[in-house]
């Protein structure tokens, strides 16, 4: 079964599922509703911890494609009515530590001054040093709870004095992110940089800070990144597409992009997975699908390539014009995007 295949079913069953809980005894008599809702989780909690969380995973990517609004709130409480969270946050947790552990041994032996292509002005000791501080500042915000916006400048980080250490320091600061992260409540409130203000937005969070490094590393020191599991690719785009808007600068960029109406297509060459970008209304909107789901519907450019491959191109890992990619169409719609998204 394909990606975009589950995705669309995924996010049938939360858009169900919603309706049903939701619909008052008028649509369906509540002991009917009580019933297939419970048969329903029945056959969900028989699922593997890995399908669960995948599952979790898409019912999230599938409510944020909504506006902000009571359906999408909604929505967002599919997963946790399943009980799919209990089982999905410590994987989410333990995804972090191995993204980390993964870019503290390729980093651990190399040259500190090394610099890295795909962050100008940045060496591997800046690149080390960043994804620690990312850490230390994710931990301080789960444990006091922060309600609002603290500045990591504003925090002791204390990084060690030799860059050769900051490997060390990085992956002591992980541990004790995880080790806060997995005690917390997912739906503790709590700020954000996203559209989830609670504890639950961290892991993935800090998964794709970890997951872009490792290949800004691998780059720097090979001259390629390693290939990246599909599913965790398809999990980064989603998380991409949704923290855009809520970012300041570039939802103002892409406000002012004056291409309302135009779309983005991105195809994942491995899984058949689209994205179809939408731009208009002083923002975009954005839908997962298939190739046959969105025929029907023709780009101003499209873009293939491999999802690992697409999520380095999001975030200006991999040049538009690197033979990787298939391209057609508006060749400056792409690079206007990728100018306007850059964080």
Do not use: N
Request: charged letters at 20%; proline letters at 6%; a negative charge.
């Amino acid at each position: 079964m394909s990606d975009a295949l589950l995705s669309t079913l995924a996010e049938a069953l939360a858009d169900l599922v919603t309706a049903v809980g939701t619909g008052g005894d008028e649509v369906l008599d509540a002991d009917t509703a009580m019933k297939w809702l419970e048969s329903t989780g029945a056959t969900l909690s028989g699922l593997p911890a890995a399908d669960r969380r995948a599952l979790d995973g898409l019912f999230r990517a599938a409510a944020l494609r909504h506006p902000e609004g009571p359906w999408r709130d909604e929505l967002l409480t599919v997963s946790e009515g399943f009980g799919l969270t209990e089982d999905t946050h410590a994987a989410s947790c333990a995804a972090v530590a191995e993204q980390t552990r993964r870019f503290v041994a390729t980093v651990r032996e190399a040259d500190p001054a090394t610099p890295v292509p795909t962050c100008p002005g940045w060496t591997l000791a800046d690149l080390t040093r960043h994804l620690g501080t990312v850490h230390h500042w994710a931990e301080h915000l789960v444990r006091t709870g922060a309600a609002t916006r603290v500045h990591a400048r504003d925090l002791p980080l204390d990084p060690p004095a030799d860059p050769a250490a900051y490997p060390g320091w990085l992956a002591a600061g992980a541990e004790t992110f995880v080790t806060t992260l997995s005690a917390t409540d997912p739906d503790t409130p709590l700020w954000s940089p996203g559209p989830e203000p609670r504890a639950g937005y961290y892991p993935r969070h800090l998964l794709f800070e970890a997951v872009v490094h490792l290949a800004d590393a691998e780059i720097a020191l090979d001259g390629t990144a390693r290939p990246i599991d599909a599913g965790t690719a398809a999990e980064g785009i989603e998380h991409h597409l949704a923290t855009l808007l809520y970012v300041p600068w570039t939802a103002e960029r892409i406000a002012h992009l004056d291409r309302d109406g135009e779309l983005l297509r991105l195809t994942a060459r491995d899984t058949g997975a689209v994205w179809t970008l939408t731009l208009g209304g002083g923002g975009f909107t954005w839908r997962r699908g298939s190739a046959a789901s969105t025929a029907r519907t023709e780009p101003t450019v499209s873009v293939t390539g491999d999802s690992g491959e697409l999520l380095l191109l999001l975030h200006r890992r991999y040049a538009a014009d690197d033979p990787r990619f298939a391209r057609t169409g508006d060749r400056a719609l792409l690079d206007a995007w990728l100018t306007a998204t850059a964080l």
